[in-house]
């Protein structure tokens, strides 16, 4: 199965691969694997995000859901988040976020607008 079951932390190498390090750890493969698939080092698209999804067999509801809390975060999700720098993709998996930039979190890092797109089994 593609989507891993216990994503392990990654670090955004650069600060313009917080996407590739997002996919990373939702898939259990390396940035430079998923530079090779999105065919980019710096920022990812939405577009560029589906399509790794999609190659790498991880089913997902393409519907952009805005949030406010954790609360209305489904299990596991891509999330959009609007910081005080700039637009960053970060992982929220069974209760924890995974920032690429920010680290292991119980909560959102600091951002202004949330939203998400659900991950599935």
């Given at each position: 199965m593609p989507l891993?079951?216990?994503?392990?932390?990654?670090?955004?190498?650069?600060?313009?691969?917080?996407?590739?390090?997002?996919?990373?750890?939702?898939?259990?493969k390396t940035v430079?694997?998923?530079?090779?698939?999105?065919?980019?080092?710096?920022?990812?698209?939405?577009?560029?995000?589906?399509?790794?999804?999609?190659?790498?067999?991880?089913?997902?509801?393409?519907?952009?859901?805005?949030?406010?809390?954790?609360?209305?975060?489904?299990?596991?999700?891509?999330?959009?988040?609007?910081?005080?720098?700039?637009?960053?993709?970060?992982?929220?998996?069974?209760?924890?976020?995974?920032?690429?930039?920010?680290?292991?979190?119980?909560?959102?890092?600091?951002?202004?607008?949330?939203?998400?797109?659900?991950?599935?089994?």
């Open positions: 891993t079951q216990n994503p392990k932390y990654i670090k955004e190498p650069t600060d313009l691969q917080c996407g590739q390090a997002v996919l990373a750890m939702l898939s259990d430079d694997e998923i530079i090779k698939i999105v065919k980019t080092d710096r920022e990812t698209t939405l577009k560029q995000m589906f399509f790794a999804l999609e190659s790498l067999n991880i089913k997902y509801c393409p519907d952009r859901i805005e949030v406010k809390n954790a609360s209305g975060l489904p299990e596991i999700c891509i999330l959009s988040l609007e910081t005080p720098r700039c637009w960053h993709w970060s992982l929220y998996f069974r209760g924890t976020f995974y920032d690429p930039e920010h680290g292991v979190l119980s909560d959102f890092p600091t951002s202004n607008r949330r939203y998400y797109w659900e991950i599935f089994e």
